[in-house]
């Protein structure tokens, strides 16, 4: 596959997105989860703290409850009901330090977000397969229940499998909905319907009590059996866990533990007295779960009425699993907000291959232009090379992983945001290239995404709003970051330039979108790279060639630096703003017309005479191969000697 460089003094052009190279590094964002716009066809802020606690007191407070009378037979009244009000109040004392952290940290969307802030990628891993593994058990929980529900309505007339299946597949429906939002209606019919249950249960316990009874205030027992008994009301309160993907819809966060108060007061309340009623009429010989030890027309009411709750609850924890993995793939995307294909509703299955689909059918042009970097010089100028990408793929595991050890840096395309983290990363960044004798790269895409179906009528209403013509086969580029960018190393980095890149893949017709002919998708796993790749390069020094402002009079951040552990940001005045973006624009307006050429002649500078510079994509020796998998040397090395010693 060679790329083909053609050398031209006119403003250039670049498919589908455009790469001025720089650099860059990375920092945390204090963005929200979910980014409320008009234009989104999808909001998430939409729960109240009433329906909040509503959905709590629906997911934590169901079938749990059917085990505490259980627990009381072993251990006795006093203690267990000590433990009971005990985990009560210390899971609203946990309540509070999630939502405080919450409220601190509103980018946290569930327990792995937050590992990743006290512990880093493998921490976030941990926690996120742990917080799937209790939804999924949860669920199992909730599907148990429900088969127990209807074997006890059917008086075990109907196949277990087959009811199992049923009473999955209705929980599958309940848990498809986008938003929880959606599911707050639900949340209201399942706390009633669990209290009810609750009542009729202790009112049939009461009018049918067993005849010689053993009630006993505190007991000796066993280890073991203590430990079980003990579970039981600790995994009655376990569902903190969804604390934060729950908050996360809150219109009002701040309003969270007037939610988390409803929750704890009334599960602790309606746990206390439920477990000894159930226990004080039924004795020693109280089954697991509770509804059982009724007499069977008592245990059907029972049941009957708490199905709804069991088949909401399974569907609240279908959900928030699936949400998990939904936030982590699509995080400020398009496919977040808007009905898209791959933003239909989220299945757990569905969505972890939907995810990885995502990650490999994009563009590859920035995986050419990284390999550009590798040809010039000798000083490996691609391996000092930092990549501006949307902040959702930091979040795709493995590949995430990789991008942030080679300090990507990841921004979520609004400038309120994203300022304050690319001010901090300028800064170190400037520092690094005027201290260090290393080579510095830096690859920013003005166009901020891929021209495709969906962004060119975005292109179009941004022009129309600023009285502007749109373009043909690019979309207009927002000039904030990059000027941004520019004025911030250009004070640390005097010979700064700015290499402008063209792009254009054979093939492909005008007005056709490339990440539907090549992808690395079909480059790396389908084996279907494009035959050639043109470059077009235009090289401008940032000092002389660029209206970046005047940079003499004025404090920049590369200049203020950072102090005390904060960055100095400067505004930049709205004049030079203006020179910048119309100058930014006329480049994109050049740029526009060789891709033009390049569909009519096949090249970017017909009729110039230059020759295009034809680069073999290929190592310059096969032991730089090496580099990419010399880690595997020592584990290799020890299995052979382990061979070789038996």
Known sequence: MPVVKDNDPPPPRREAKSVPILSLNRVDEALDVFVERPEHDIHYKTLSWQFLALLMIAEIVSNGMLSLPSSLAVIGIVPAVILIVFLGIFGLFTAK???????????????????????????????SLGTVIFAIAGTGSELLSGQQALSALSNNGLCSIYILLVFSFATLVIALPRTLGRLSWLGFLSVSLISLAGIVAMVGAGLNPTPSRSIRVTASTSFDQAFLAITNPVFSYAGHF?????????????????????????????????????????????????????????????????????????????????????????????HMYNHTPLGCPHILVSNRHRGFTICF????????AWCLTYFIGPQGVHRYVYITLKKSLQWVPIVGWGMQLFNFIFLARSWASDRV???????????????????????????????????????KKFADKMGIADLTNVLLPRSTGLHYSLRSLAPRIPELKLIDLTMMYPGIPPMGYGQDYYTLRSIFM??????????????????????????????????????NGHTAEVEIPDQEKEVFETWLRELWQAKDDSMTRFYETGTFCPGTGISPVEIPLKLRHWREFLDAFCFFLPAGAGYLWGKIRQ
């Open 97 to 127: 330090l999630l939502i405080d952290f919450k409220l601190n940290h509103p980018s946290v969307h569930n327990m792995g977000d937050a590992g990743f802030i006290l512990g880093g990628p493998l921490v976030r891993e941990v926690l």
């Open 242 to 334: 969804m604390f934060f993907i729950l908050i996360s819809e809150m219109r009002h966060p701040e309003d969270a533990m007037k939610a988390a108060w409803c929750l704890q007061g009334f599960a602790t309340m309606f746990y206390t007295v439920f477990a000894v009623v159930i226990y004080v009429n039924i004795g020693d010989n109280i089954a697991s779960p509770a509804f059982l030890s009724l007499p069977p027309e008592w245990a059907k009411v029972s049941y009957g009425i708490a199905l709804a709750n069991f088949l909401i609850a399974g569907g609240l924890y279908s959900h928030t699993a699936a949400k998990l993995f939904f936030i982590r793939f699509f995080r400020h995307s398009r």
């Open 361 to 368: 059918v994009i563009y590859a042009d920035w995986w050419y």
């Open 421 to 459: 983290q690319l001010a901090s990363q300028l800064s170190s960044l400037g520092k690094c290239a005027e201290e260090e004798d290393n080579p510095l790269c830096f690859l920013l895409y003005p166009e901020g995404t891929l021209v495709s179906q969906n962004t060119r009528p975005v292109s």
């Open 526 to 563: 389908n084996g279907i790279p494009p035959p050639r790749i043109h470059v077009h390069l235009k090289m401008f020094d940032v000092a002389a060639d660029i209206p970046i402002g005047d940079m003499s009079t004025k404090p920049t951040l590369a200049s203020s630096g950072v102090a």
